[in-house]
């Protein structure tokens, strides 16, 4: 007698993903808006899955894989909504957060994305060389769920500390955010010569989920982040202000030349990297069709393996010719301009697949956590700033928020689509089918993007969205670049310098390839580095450095039995929902001064902070043995 297939999508499936999906996409909305990075919620949600459904005995490994699927959605779309979105807040189109357009951009990006990766599944995962280093970690990870529900003792374990991580971050993070009993950084700047001549400055932000940030995407990705912040703050700052009279403390000053000029440099060097990627993406993109159509026609001659279908190629087709029209209403609400708006759909269609194959291929290069979503938005709001400027004039009132606009639906798509390729590489190790996951991927993203135009106004409510407390580094830079366009004031000549910038660290990296280093340097992980703030860079760093040590010389992305993944993903996803916890009763009441201070431990940050370092480390030295 055969054994029983194992059922993927079940009632309790579908629920569990739709409810992780929204906890998630809440928790890494916070995230990116605070730091300016997303994680991938993959590993969390799968520990999670695994430890919720072990309580039916008819649970298995492809199941929860579906429950991850879903979930890790949220995470996904929340990157491409926050990184896009709130620019309209913060420009002044929106008073507040529109829930319906939110939710309608949101969700037509998403599926977009979905339905853009089905013809490169074939290419990125099956016919090529790409690792997919997160999806590996998340396959392992279920794998260790499953001989722990076997009665594995060490399978229970890793249950127990991703827990036990989360509630120390958010323990911190509500005595930090909340009772204020600790500054969230330490930071400071010197200034050198008479008139203060020159000017550095630098710190160290104390959050726990930047460490795990850093451990995740490791030594190579960590460090680059590091010189792209260290290019900006400790060499471009002091040039800048060599011989200018500064205002303001030093720190301040130094934080005010990052904003205002120095961060630009970011811009132009995400321009170069972001079409140097599709560039190395043609021949791939090719492939990835024509594989995708043999698939579909042995699927028609009966010939195909069950666990190699996708989404049927012309169901695909369809969905993307019939999401040009809600495109199109969102365009032309905006504009008011049905030829423009019509124009700018077909752009979104264009830029869309082309970035949605960009992300994907990164995602299989350095994980869903380390792709540069952020650098093919840019990119696509400038073009689309440009044509727009040039249809519409100089000083247009709906310009720049019809930029924006196309970047997030486009951000969405290529947010969507790298977890997506990641997801179908665990699936794919798992032993999970193709199609089943593209849907679950399809009914997590709406879930999420049913939620967040809420999730957005409780922090803009309780934190302001662009204040020093939520500074949404990404959004704010994308408002600069598409006001910058139409209204001038866009320092051109630090958006060029980026773009030098950008171009000699892609001929560095062509050169490490040649001499087939283990270190590369991808341009877009340098241009991320180029406009975060110092103090989050140097955190980020750090866990990269606590990997790399604690790895013993054998990489991290093998994911196999690593308690230091699982540790800091708990990090992470305790210190975000916490974040979004603290907010909700300020958001209720109105009261931005509704948690009590309780006065102040300077001292207790930095120790504690220390301790997660060490416990990290030493977490991530066992990780060579099973959980």
């Not at 994680?39 to 490994?61: E, Y």
Request: aromatic letters at 8%; charged letters at 10%; proline letters at 4%.
């Amino acid at each position: 007698m055969k054994p029983a297939i194992p059922i993927e999508i079940t009632p309790r499936a579908v629920l569990l993903g739709i409810l992780l999906s929204v906890i998630l996409a809440g928790a890494n909305a916070y995230l990116g808006l605070f730091a300016g990075l997303t994680v991938s919620a993959s590993i969390p949600a799968a520990v999670i899955s695994m430890g919720i459904l072990s309580a039916f005995k008819n649970s298995n490994i492809k199941e929860n894989n579906i429950v991850q699927t879903a979930a890790s959605a949220g995470e996904s779309l929340a990157a491409g909504v926050i990184f896009t979105i709130p620019a309209l807040v913060l420009m002044g189109h929106w008073e507040r957060f529109d829930y319906l357009e939110t939710a309608r951009i949101a969700a037509i990006g998403g599926i977009i994305g979905v339905l853009f990766t089905v013809p490169l599944r074939r290419a990125l995962i099956i016919e090529s060389d790409l690792t997919f280093p997160e999806g590996i970690a998340t396959a392992e990870v279920l794998r260790t769920g499953e001989r722990a529900r076997d009665g594995n003792a060490r399978g229970e374990s890793g249950i127990g500390l991703l827990a036990g991580s989360a509630v120390t971050a958010a323990v911190m993070k509500l005595a930090q955010q909340a009772f204020q009993l600790w500054d969230s950084s330490i930071i400071g700047a010197i200034s050198f010569g008479r008139d203060r001549k020159a000017l550095f400055g630098s710190g160290i932000d104390l959050s726990p989920a930047l460490l795990a940030v850093g451990y995740i995407i490791g030594r190579n990705i960590a460090s680059l982040i590091f010189i792209g912040g260290a290019l900006s703050w400790l060499i471009a700052i002091p040039l800048y202000s060599w011989g200018q009279s500064l205002q303001g403390a030093d720190f301040a000053a130094a934080k005010t030349l990052w904003s205002e000029k120095i961060r630009y440099l970011g811009v132009g060097a995400m321009v170069v990297g972001g079409l140097w990627s599709i560039v190395g993406l043609i021949e791939p993109l090719k492939r990835g069709i024509q594989s995708s159509m043999n698939a579909f026609s042995r699927r028609n001659s009966g010939k195909a393996d069950p666990s190699e279908m996708d989404i049927p190629f012309p169901w695909v087709i369809a969905g993307i010719l019939l999401s040009i029209l809600p495109v199109f209403f969102v365009y032309h609400d905006t504009l008011h301009d049905g030829g423009i708006a019509l124009l700018l759909s077909v752009v979104m269609l264009v830029f869309g697949f082309l970035f949605s194959a960009v992300a994907g291929y990164m995602a299989g290069l350095v994980g869903s956590s380390n792709n540069p979503i952020s650098g093919v938005t840019i990119a696509t709001i400038l073009f689309a700033s440009l044509l727009l400027l040039a249809v519409m004039g100089a000083g247009s009132t709906a310009g720049a928020a019809g930029a924006i606009l196309i970047g997030a639906v486009v951000c969405c798509a290529a947010s969507i689509a790298g977890d997506n390729m990641q997801d179908l590489k665990t699936g794919r190790l798992v032993g999970a089918t193709p199609w089943k996951q593209q849907v679950m991927q399809i009914v997590g993203t709406v879930a999420a993007a049913m939620t967040l135009g809420v999730t957005l106004q409780v922090l803009h409510s309780a934190y302001t969205i662009g204040s020093d407390t939520l500074p949404a580094p990404q959004a704010t830079l994308m408002r600069s670049v598409a006001e910058g366009v139409f209204h001038g004031g866009l320092p051109w000549n630090f958006v060029g310098a980026g773009c030098i910038i950008g171009a000699l660290i892609i001929m560095a990296d062509l050169w490490l390839k040649r001499r087939k280093s283990s270190f590369r340097a991808p341009v877009l992980a340098v241009a991320v580095g180029l406009y975060l703030p110092i103090s989050l860079s140097t955190a980020i760093f750090l866990g990269g450095l606590i990997a790399h040590t604690a790895a013993k010389g054998k990489p991290l992305a093998d994911g196999k039995g690593n308690r230091g993944v699982l540790l800091a993903s708990g990090l992470i996803t305790g210190e975000a929902l916490m974040g979004i916890l603290v907010a909700v009763p300020i958001f209720i009441t109105a009261d931005k001064d509704w948690w009590p201070a309780l006065g102040s431990v300077p001292w207790a940050g930095p120790v504690l902070f220390l301790g997660v370092l060490g416990w990290l480390y030493f977490a991530a030295r066992r990780s060579n043995t099973e959980l």
